[in-house]
């Protein structure tokens, strides 16, 4: 037993180093230690995406969840980012991870869904556990587009990134990452003119190549003059598991 005064205290918290660059994560439970000690095995090339970057590029990371790539490209990459993230733990988890370290002018985080609309509506919890993910927005299904039935159901808030960008509230990105569990192609849709500009080089989506929505995306980017390297994509395509038939897709223009 612990007094209330010495609980309060309790502030876990995991290091990372790049180089002579400190990284520091909030880590308060199993799932979000496990996200700091699989992140450079759980999605390389994420890592290696964001390696690219130039310093004061603009990211917007839609589904950000506590921050591990947000927090790792403003911190490393000193990109400024503007982070997404509808659950309310996984959202304070973020502004927490921001603070840690110091990058609260660089970055700045929403309790926003993007979608192809704006409104409100519900966030379907897979899991109500700080960390955790496969929510669902607006419809109760998982990642699949099975129906699911929540373990929570939050209010939530979603809009159409186009329409942030145009009224200056977020910059025009160089680059956008968009990791929503199955809604991508809802994303996508909400941003066609911010696709259509000149500003932006490339986006990284995770594709679920067994949904016929998550294909046609692949194809109307490819229209619009993306291109993504197939072997790319082979090495990161999950081959087994829950998730098999994901990966994370690296278009560049």
Not at 15 to 29: C, F, Q, R
Not at 69 to 88: D, H, I, L, N
Not at 199 to 212: D, G, M
């Amino acid at each position: 037993m612990i007094t209330l005064e010495e609980y309060e205290k309790l502030n876990p918290r995991t290091e990372l180093k790049h180089g002579d660059i400190s990284v520091l994560y909030a880590t308060p439970n199993t799932t979000t230690r496990w996200r700091v000690d699989s992140l450079f095995e759980k999605e390389p090339i994420t890592i290696e995406w964001i390696a690219g970057f130039r310093p004061d590029d603009v990211l917007v990371d839609v589904g950000a969840n506590v921050g591990m790539y947000t927090v790792w490209a403003a911190k490393t990459r000193g990109v400024r980012v503007f982070a997404f993230e509808p659950e309310s733990q996984n959202f304070a988890l973020l502004n927490r991870n921001i603070f840690l370290n110091g990058l609260g002018e660089r970055v700045n985080a929403y309790c926003l869904a993007m979608s192809d609309t704006a409104g409100l509506s519900q966030l379907h919890l897979s899991n109500f556990t700080p960390g955790s993910s496969c929510h669902s927005f607006g419809e109760q299904v998982d990642y699949n587009h099975v129906p699911m039935q929540p373990a929570y159901s939050q209010g939530c808030v979603s809009a159409r990134l186009d329409d942030l960008i145009a009224s200056g509230a977020v910059a025009e990105p160089d680059h956008v990452k968009i990791d929503v569990d199955g809604f991508e192609p809802k994303v996508v849709a909400g941003m066609q003119r911010t696709i259509a500009g000149g500003k932006l080089r490339s986006l990284l989506i995770e594709i679920n190549q067994n949904l016929a929505d998550h294909r046609q995306l692949v194809a109307d980017l490819q229209a619009r003059g993306f291109s993504y390297d197939p072997a790319q994509v082979a090495a990161a395509e999950r081959k087994s598991g829950p998730f098999q038939g994901c990966a994370e897709y690296v278009f560049k223009r």
